[in-house]
């Protein structure tokens, strides 16, 4: 492995031109056509065991752990790590442990699941006095039966869902979205969120543990400290382009200077072309976020539409579940969407041209941002890349990692959110029929959650196994009619090709091969953890997908590609950042931001309005109101994300306030009769603008989700009720206590794990230890030596001793060879398995 690294880093290096500086390194001879490539040999094959009876590593690999039918081995890290390199046995080792961390979630996942099914089985199988006791408890039970009673609210008439073309319904349509929203919408939700709260941050920690260790053990630390400049930074940083008129206008910019460490000069660039290179930098990448503003409006246009369209059907089954084909076919259309427009354009239908041109324009386009930027060495060069190519890749068409959030966070923020009441006319009425189901929001955003977790999922493990055979087979056939003569496929069949010819035929690999790797598992850990409160099935779906990952990659990396370049890491790189981002995001509110920003006059509106009211229970809420309202005035409104999906989601709060607010019993007896506002049919404008013609005499009130005034209500009809600014208020106060709770609790979890074992730190002031007592044993045999040769009248080697010119402190340090250094053992080096 050191061997590969050292001949790379000479090719990568040297020149061949001494007319232009420019001219150095393979990749630029790659590029221009000199080579066709270049790229380390396999050790053997590894589908059979050589003539001379030696296991290759590559054999032996593939054997132990690339294999499928050995899933459930350990990893044979340190093989992989000696084979393959630093980077690529950090991520085999991070991926492994990932999926160890899953199980536990992926165990309570399933309890909490199981808790909402068989709650839901007591509701179906007892009625009246027989419901027992643990049913009676659990009230959100009631709600479904509520919803199904067709002799009760079930038999509510139901405002149309759109102008013109929808119809009336009864309430009772909804019985089947109750009872499947409540197998993930129940007590035990709330419980699974703080659990993952809490696993998420042992996750990190646990993580920062174990990466200590293998960059301990792999001799790892310092690495980035120790890292030289790359090339390219060296032969650019001088050069006037593209900022030459920036140079020419600040005479202090230099592209030198002496380092203080090594005293040293080294290539430099000043701090003021830094930042206009990230700023230059920046500004494009921001504008393609924007433009996923677009695509989630897009979305809410396309289910508007798909709902009308459905309804006005002459099928009785697409009119009874409009709002469920059209959840379906979001999802779905969001799924291919993001694995299948790569594959098409909109002048090239279905062409895969289209694939390989898109994403190797931005590639290129990424690459040339970052080059612009000019890292100064590989790892900061990676990572700046990386986080280009996390915001914009392949997998999301051009928007991959807000796209892939993109459906998710329509349905969790914005759908429901501009709807006032039947004939309200704005500004936002094309988008104020995307309601939410009088059963809430939250088995639409499972089907979301659920068709990501198994169907990408499932569709990305495809092709990975796919599209690597598919590529060899072509480059084998087409290497094959290069051939001039009939002897190469005879070498080839009897095994006497070269090594290099055989690994050519091999998918090539590229020096950010790991990127998609760990992009696929970001995205996979922001589901499990962000969303997780409506699909707690999530982190099973992803431990089950992990463990075909995992193997998978093996099986890529042993058999199906060329050998990667080994290249030293300090860590996971910019990734343990980008996973810290996620674990502890606290999103500024989406649709909540305007509400509390400081531009915003809503909290101190709400306020009045609450005070005004005479009704005492009211009080209290004031306050709460008062202390946000102040609170934002001082401060950013920053929130868990958690938080949100079950106050703003889910139903939790409205029932809780109901319960136990306005219920006579404590119950939930009632709830969807409060929760459902009466409008008035008769209205001549209303009549006329939004009803089809034959119902305009069907009936003269119908029922709407919402908190608000009946018609003729003094206090003003269709406004916002008092119920609505209880509940508003208890959101609020839900949101705040759940996330200073949470935040309060994990970080104190966080403080109590140290990062580094004891027992490595022990070890590691061991080695400094004798580091020094080599340094100090190696002056004492100099300076004796020197005595020793000044008594017998001769001059020391070199002139005088440094010691009698120089203070202690500048005293360089002398390091003998290693083989002259009293190494302890082995054995005393490694800690024991943690």
């Not at 643990?134 to 039966?145: A, D, G, P, T």
């Not at 206009?276 to 393609?288: E, K, P, Q, W």
């Not at 002031?765 to 020094?772: H, I, K, P, T």
């Amino acid at each position: 492995m050191s061997r590969t690294y050292i001949v790379y880093e000479l090719l990568r290096r040297v020149r061949y031109a001494d007319d232009d500086k420019m001219k150095f390194g393979i990749q630029r001879l790659i590029s221009n056509g000199t080579y066709d490539d270049g790229f380390p040999l396999h050790d053997g094959r590894y589908d059979k065991d050589p003539p001379n009876g030696t296991l290759s590593t590559r054999r032996l690999l593939y054997q132990e752990w690339a294999r499928p039918l050995c899933w459930y081995k350990r990893q044979p890290l340190w093989l992989v790590r000696k084979y393959f390199g630093d980077q690529i046995g950090l991520y085999f080792t991070w991926l492994g442990f990932y999926t160890k961390m899953l199980i536990p979630a992926a165990i309570v996942g399933v309890i909490s699941f199981l808790f909402g099914i068989i709650s839901l089985q007591d509701n179906i199988a007892s009625t009246g006095k027989e419901f027992c006791d643990l049913s009676r408890n659990l009230s959100s039970v009631i709600v479904s039966r509520d919803i199904c009673d067709e002799n009760g609210p079930g038999n509510f008439t139901m405002c149309p869902l759109c102008d013109k073309a929808c119809h009336y319904w009864k309430l009772k349509d909804s019985c089947t979205f109750s009872k499947f929203t409540f197998l993930f919408d129940n007590p035990a939700t709330v419980f699974f969120s703080i659990f993952m709260a809490f696993w998420a941050t042992m996750y990190l920690e646990l993580w920062k543990r174990k990466q200590s260790i293998i960059a301990w053990e792999w001799d790892l630390d310092g690495f980035e400290e120790e890292e030289d400049a790359r090339p390219e930074f060296e032969a650019k940083v001088s050069q006037d382009f593209p900022f030459f008129l920036i140079r020419r206008s600040v005479p202090l910019a230099k592209s030198t200077r002496l380092n203080p460490v090594t005293m040293q000069y080294e290539p430099y660039l000043t701090r003021l072309e830094k930042l206009l290179r990230l700023f230059t930098v920046s500004s494009f990448v921001f504008f393609l976020l924007f433009l996923v503003i677009g695509a989630v409006f897009g979305v809410i246009v396309y289910r508007i539409t798909i709902i009308a369209v459905l309804n006005s059907s002459t099928v009785d089954m697409f009119k009874t579940n409009a709002k469920l084909v059209a959840s379906l076919t979001a999802a779905v259309m969001s799924l291919f969407v993001i694995e299948i427009l790569n594959w098409v354009s909109a002048l090239l239908v279905f062409a895969r041209l289209a694939l390989v041109f898109v994403f190797l324009l931005y590639m290129k386009v990424a690459e040339y941002l970052t080059n612009m930027e000019l890292p100064r060495t590989q790892t900061e060069f990676e990572n700046s890349y990386t986080f280009k190519m996390f915001l914009q890749d392949r997998d999301s068409s051009t928007h991959p990692f807000p796209e892939n959030f993109k459906m998710v966070i329509t349905v969790d923020s914005l759908q429901g959110r501009f709807f006032g009441y039947p004939g309200n006319t704005g500004a936002r009425k094309s988008f104020s029929y995307d309601l939410c189901d009088p059963a809430g929001c939250l088995f639409e955003l499972c089907i979301q959650l659920c068709i990501i977790m198994v169907g990408k999922q499932a569709l990305n493990n495809f092709q990975e196994l796919a599209l690597p055979t598919v590529i060899n087979w072509w480059r084998r056939r087409m290497w094959s009619s290069r051939a001039t003569a009939e002897d190469r496929a005879q070498k080839v069949k009897e095994e006497l090709a070269p090594r290099w010819e055989q690994d050519y035929t091999l998918s090539p690999v590229s020096q950010m091969a790991l990127f998609e790797e760990y992009l696929e598992m970001v995205i996979q850990f922001g589901f499990v953890t962000l969303f997780v409160a409506a699909f707690p099935l999530a982190p099973l779906f992803a431990l089950l997908n992990n463990i075909v990952e995992l193997r998978l990659d093996a099986y890529n990396f042993v058999c199906q590609v060329r050998r990667p370049l080994p290249k030293r890491a300090q860590d996971i790189g910019a990734w343990f950042g980008i996973l810290k981002a996620v674990t502890y995001m606290a999103v500024v509110c989406n649709h909540e931001e305007p509400l509390l920003s400081r531009e915003s006059d809503f909290l101190t509106r709400t306020r009045s309005k609450m005070a005004a009211t005479s009704d005492i229970n009211m009080y209290p809420f004031v306050n709460v109101v008062t202390l946000i309202n102040h609170d934002c005035d001082h401060k950013w409104s920053v929130f868990s994300f958690q938080a949100f999906v079950i106050a703003y989601t889910t139903d939790f709060i409205p029932r809780m306030v109901y319960e136990y607010g306005y219920s006579s019993d404590e119950t939930l007896r009632g709830y969807i009769n409060a929760s459902l506002s009466v409008f008035d049919t008769t209205n001549p404008n209303f009549t006329e603008e939004f009803l089809a013609e034959e119902d305009r005499n069907e009936s003269t009130t119908c029922r709407y989700p919402g908190y608000r005034n009946p018609p003729n209500d003094p206090d003003g009809a269709y406004e916002p009720s008092l119920m609505y600014w209880h509940i508003f208020a208890a959101r609020l106060v839900f949101v705040v206590i759940f996330e200073h709770m949470v935040f309060a609790l994990t970080g104190i979890l966080a403080s109590i794990v140290p990062d580094v074992p004891e027992a490595v730190k022990v070890q590691m002031q061991r080695e400094r230890f004798l580091a020094r007592q080599a340094l100090f044993d190696t002056e004492k045999k100099k300076i004796q030596a020197e005595k020793k040769e000044k008594n017998m009248g001769m001059p020391p080697p070199g002139g005088s001793s440094p010691l009698s010119t120089r203070s202690p402190r500048s005293v360089s340090p002398i390091l003998v060879p290693p083989e002259e250094v009293d190494k302890p053992s082995p054995s005393s080096l490694h800690p024991p398995r943690f």
